[in-house]
Each structure stands twice: as structure tokens, then as C-alpha cells.
């Protein structure tokens, strides 16, 4: 479907011109069609984007304080407990997003996650009342944790429902745009997340130093009411399509009927390069060609999805230890000139995402212009490269600070009621490693929605970002952690100490060296013939419409399905087909 799509013969979409508005000014008219609609959408759904994030991130890096100082929990439970949640969050929006995909409007699913986390950072603003102001203190410490435990799960259930939907739902409004505006969507979604760690970042600065819990999940339920307005008040313009509830079965189905039928002969004039092609209709099996070859490029970008899974353990432990290396380097800016505050550093590692973002959309413009295609494998390779020496640098730093440990006075520096002992060496010397790992969360975490968005298969995009979100979680906390368990038992827990003091960190830092060199060449085997399904074709991948593998057509399944009827009146419109196999080497 091209750019100049009628929506009004497409029963299944809203947000047709039939809610475009004219307005005339300085004796000219300006006709607000579907793209000026489409903008504003887009607008929407950035600004409540941000808003999620700025209330997500400030709950969950509080949590931890917040089970010690208001639940009276141990120092070593609350992290235990919050342990579990972290392993089971990633797997979850990959049912939000098959029901999105299967069962309800994307949208109504969005809504629906917005108002459930509304309702669980309520049940935590209520729980620290009683905790201040001695509002109910007849509450026992059994009755608050219960309250804690309804409402952090309520959030994190929100969090599945429009996580792995916000991305698919913001790009289906302006894909009448052209995939290049697509592209730019998702970097303003990214920047849109950053911006809201950001704001997020002060309300936990001042809950670590002033502990006014009230206060600032007060300002975290007015922010999620803000964020549910927002996203409502243009719920009459937005692009819907139906949900395609027989969408995922029929996956389902196709990979069984081809494993059921891997051993039956193929005739000598046919051709079965995978077990999933005797499904197909010209091998005697129930599907035409075209729904099985979507199925099997499908299973083919799941590897791609693991390059970010290993790169996701970097990340993870970049979050896990540069924090805890900042604490103990000297903050001091010059003698009696005061100190750096803790927070300049998180933010400084966001506000480098937020400037790298900008400037490498605009510098893929440029490099593509010179004909070479900066494809999303190819960046997540960069991105590997520069998280390799971001850990590098940090390993450098922290063979330094261990040399400068003062040999008299000792430094201290405090946070949230606990005292570090510093070295001597600035905490400026962090920022080169914040810096290239800024650079490499620019260059991966767009690519990689961009990559399971264009290379999704058109009625389970929701579930194929779902499954990104979860190859990331599982690098980002389980593999991470077994990581962890594996280099402690060989080291006596001196790699990764509870104590960077007291052990060998930057050991495990150049062994981080190695898992970022071990990515690459496992990406390098990935990518080096893959050839991409959606993503840089010459057509659009507009409401409904595949690129397809063969060049040809896809024409209505069997099943009929409501999904395939915007296929059919898409034909019917002209809509350009590429017929390009485009490949990363």
C-alpha cells in the first residue's frame, strides 16, 4: 500500500480523512489530511512513551530502598525477593504482544497496561502514608509487604501489556509515511525513553538523600494519570486493525505439518531446503508458499535476536558495576570547591544516548547516500564494538583506583545512608567509558526494534517484539547471573566481590572483553547471509502489505482470515512489491 493509500476502502482501519479538519489562515487553506493526523499521533504516543518511563524506572530503582526503609525487610531479602521479578518480567511482553496480535486491538491492550500499572503505583503510594506520616500506623509490617507485593506485580504486569506494543502501535501510524519515517519513529521512541529516565532520575536522587517516599510517588500517579490522558485523547484518530486471531495458530500449524511430514519423499522436480517446506501447498502439504516462507524467516532472524541477548550481559553488568565504582572514586572537584554529585553520572550516561541518537540517525543518512547500507546488523556490530571498549576502559579505571587507595585518611563517600571508602582518583575518569557505552545503547537498542519490527511477519509483530524484549532480558538477568556464578566459583569471589575493594574487578571486566569479542564473531556467522524480509525494501510495508521473500504478492489463506482481506484490497490499490534480496556480509 503506497503513500497515497485510500483509507476510507479499508473497513478495518480508523483514522481515515473522514477526521481530517480544514483551516484556512492568511487567505490560504491548509486540508489536515491522514499524515497531519498521523503526526500528532505519533506526538501522543511519544510524550505517554515518556511518561511510562519516567514511572517505571523511578519505582524500580527505589525498590530496593523502598523494601528496607518501608517495609522493614533485612538488607539481604529485599534484593532476593525483587531477584524473582527480574527473571520473570522479560517473558511477559511476549504475551502482551500476542494478544495484541490474536485477541484485542493494540491499542485497547496499551490502555489496559497503563491503567493496571496506575493501579499498582497507587497500592505503593498508599503503602508509604502510614510510613511518614504515621497515617494507619496500626498497619503491620505482614499487611504492608502484601500491599507492596499486589502492587509491584500490577506494574509489572502493565509493563508486558504495552511494552512490547508501544513500538508497533507508534509505527502502524505513520507507516503511509514511508519506511525511512518508520525508521526516524523508532529513534524518537528511543530518545522518548531516555528523556523519561531522565526526569526519572531526580525523583530518585531525592528519595535516596531526603527518603519523602510520599512525595515523589505522589508525583509518579499524577505522572501515569497524565500519561493515560495523553494517549486517550486522540484514541478517535489513531490507525486501528483488527486483531488476526488465527494468525499465531497458523504458525503453529505450519511447523508442525512440515515436522510431521520431514521424511515424506519429495518429487525430483521439487526442492525441500527446510523440514517447514513440506507444509507447502506444491509439496502436497495445506499452506500456500508464500505463508510458509514467512514462517521460515521467521525462525531465521530468532539467532539474530541472540547477538543482543549476549550483548545485553555487558549491559547489564555496565549498570550493575560502573554505579558501584563511581561511589568509590573521589568526588572532589578541587580541594574546597565541593563534590560531583552521584546523580551527575547517571545522568551524564543517559544525556550521551540522548545526544548519539540524534547525530547517527543523520549520520546513516549521509554513509547511505555514498551507497552503502547501514543495515541494523551492521550497527548492532558497531554497538558491540563500542560496549567492548567501553568495559576495556573500565578496566583501566579500575586497575588505577586501586593503586590510588589513600594510604592515610581514608575518602568517604555517602549514599543512601551507607559509606564507601573512595580512592584517590577522580570520578571524571569515568566518563570516557560512559561515554562509548552511551554511543554502543544508541547504535544496538534502536537497531534492534527496528530490525524485529521490519523482519516480523505483518499480523505478529507484537509477538516478535515481544520475543526481542525477552532474548534481552534473558542476557540482562539470567545468563548474566549464571555468568556471575560460574566466574565467583572459579575465583573465590574475588572477580565480582560485594566489595569492589576487595577483590579483582577489572579481571571480570576483561573478561567482559572477551564475551563482546565472542558476540562479534558470533554475529559475523548470523549475519553474513542473512537476508532481510521487510527492512530497506524498495516497497513499503504498509497495513497489512509483506515485502514478500520471492517478489511475489501474498494472496489470501485459507483461512480468510480479516487480516488477509486488507492484503486483498491492498492488491487491488497497486501497491509496489520489491522483489530485492537484501543481505548483511
Not at 62 to 83: F, H
Request: proline share 4%.
Amino acid at each position: 500500500m503506497g503513500v497515497g493509500t485510500n483509507y476510507e476502502t479499508i473497513p478495518l482501519v480508523r483514522g481515515s480523512p473522514s477526521n481530517s479538519q480544514s483551516s484556512s489562515s492568511s487567505g490560504g487553506s491548509i486540508q489536515q489530511g491522514p499524515g497531519a493526523v498521523s503526526i500528532r499521533a505519533l506526538i501522543h504516543i511519544l510524550i505517554f512513551q515518556a511518561l511510562i518511563f519516567i514511572v517505571n524506572h523511578a519505582v524500580r530503582e527505589n525498590v530496593v530502598l523502598y523494601c528496607t526503609d518501608v517495609l522493614n525487610y533485612q538488607e539481604g531479602n529485599a534484593p532476593k525477593m525483587i531477584d524473582v521479578y527480574d527473571a520473570v518480567s522479560p517473558a511477559l511482553p511476549v504475551f502482551g504482544g500476542l494478544l495484541a496480535d490474536t485477541l484485542c486491538k493494540r491499542y485497547s491492550v496499551i490502555v489496559s497496561g497503563a491503567f493496571i500499572t496506575l493501579f499498582g503505583v497507587l497500592l505503593l503510594t498508599i503503602n508509604v502514608i502510614p510510613f511518614e506520616h504515621g497515617i494507619g500506623s496500626s498497619f503491620s509490617d505482614e499487611a504492608l509487604r502484601a500491599l507492596f507485593i499486589i502492587g509491584f506485580t500490577f506494574i509489572f504486569i502493565g509493563l508486558a501489556a504495552y511494552e512490547a506494543n508501544v513500538g508497533p502501535f507508534s509505527a502502524r501510524q505513520i507507516e503511509a509515511r514511508g519506511q525511512n519515517t518508520v525508521r526516524t519513529s523508532f529513534h524518537l521512541l528511543y530518545i522518548s525513553q531516555v528523556i523519561g529516565i531522565l526526569f526519572a532520575l531526580p525523583i530518585i536522587d531525592w528519595v535516596s538523600r531526603k527518603f519523602n517516599f510520599a512525595v515523589a510517588y505522589g508525583i509518579l500517579c499524577v505522572a501515569m494519570v497524565f500519561a493515560i490522558i495523553v494517549l486517550m485523547s486522540l484514541c478517535k484518530h489513531y490507525i486501528m486493525i483488527l486483531p488476526d486471531k488465527y494468525g499465531f495458530l497458523q504458525v503453529l500449524h505450519i511447523i508442525y505439518e512440515g515436522f510431521m511430514r520431514r521424511k515424506e519423499p519429495v518429487a525430483e522436480d521439487k526442492k525441500a531446503d527446510s523440514f517447514l517446506d513440506h507444509a507447502k501447498e506444491a509439496l502436497g502439504g495445506q499452506f500456500e508458499d508464500q505463508r510458509v516462507e514467512e514462517v521460515k524467516h521467521l525462525l531465521k532472524t530468532l539467532p539474530a535476536f541472540h547477538t543482543v541477548t549476549i550483548y545485553s550481559i555487558i549491559i547489564y553488568f555496565m549498570k550493575e558495576t560502573y554505579k558501584q565504582q563511581m561511589l568509590r572514586l573521589n568526588h572532589e572537584i578541587k580541594t574546597g570547591h565541593g563534590d560531583v554529585p552521584n546523580i551527575t553520572f547517571e545522568v551524564y550516561a543517559e544525556a550521551c544516548i540522548l545526544v548519539f541518537t540524534p547525530f547517527l540517525w543523520g549520520l546513516y543518512h549521509v554513509i547511505e547516500k555514498y551507497g552503502y547500507r547501514v543495515t541494523p546488523l551492521r550497527r548492532i556490530g558497531v554497538g558491540i564494538v563500542f560496549a567492548g571498549l567501553s568495559i576495556l576502559s573500565a578496566g583501566f579505571v579500575e586497575l588505577y583506583r586501586k593503586e590510588m587507595m589513600p594510604t592515610g585518611a581514608p575518602i568517604e563517600n555517602i549514599f543512601a545512608n551507607q559509606t564507601y571508602n573512595a580512592s584517590e582518583l577522580s570520578a571524571l575518569a569515568q566518563f570516557p567509558q560512559l561515554t562509548l557505552g552511551g554511543m554502543a545503547e544508541s547504535l544496538v537498542r534502536i537497531a534492534g526494534l527496528e530490525f524485529a519490527y521490519f523482519e516480523a511477519q505483518e499480523n505478529l509483530k507484537g509477538f516478535v517484539m515481544g520475543l526481542y524484549i525477552l532474548m534481552s532480558g534473558v542476557g540482562s538477568y539470567i545468563l548474566a547471573k549464571i555468568l556471575v556464578g560460574i566466574v565467583n566459583a572459579a575465583s573465590g569471589d574475588l572477580w565480582y566481590p560485594d566489595d569492589i575493594n576487595e577483590g579483582n574487578l577489572e579481571y571480570f571486566y576483561f573478561l567482559l572483553v572477551g564475551v563482546s569479542i565472542l558476540d562479534m564473531l558470533y554475529l559475523y556467522a548470523v549475519s553474513r547471509n542473512y537476508e532481510y524480509h521487510g527492512w530497506g525494501t524498495k516497497g513499503n510495508t504498509n497495513l497489512g502489505i509483506s515485502s514478500g521473500l520471492n517478489g511475489v504478492q501474498p494472496i489470501p489463506v485459507a483461512t480468510r482470515d480479516l487480516r488477509n482481506s486488507v492484503d486483498s484490497l491492498a492488491s487491488v490499490s497497486g501497491s509496489e512489491v520489491s522483489d530485492t534480496h537484501d543481505k548483511d556480509s
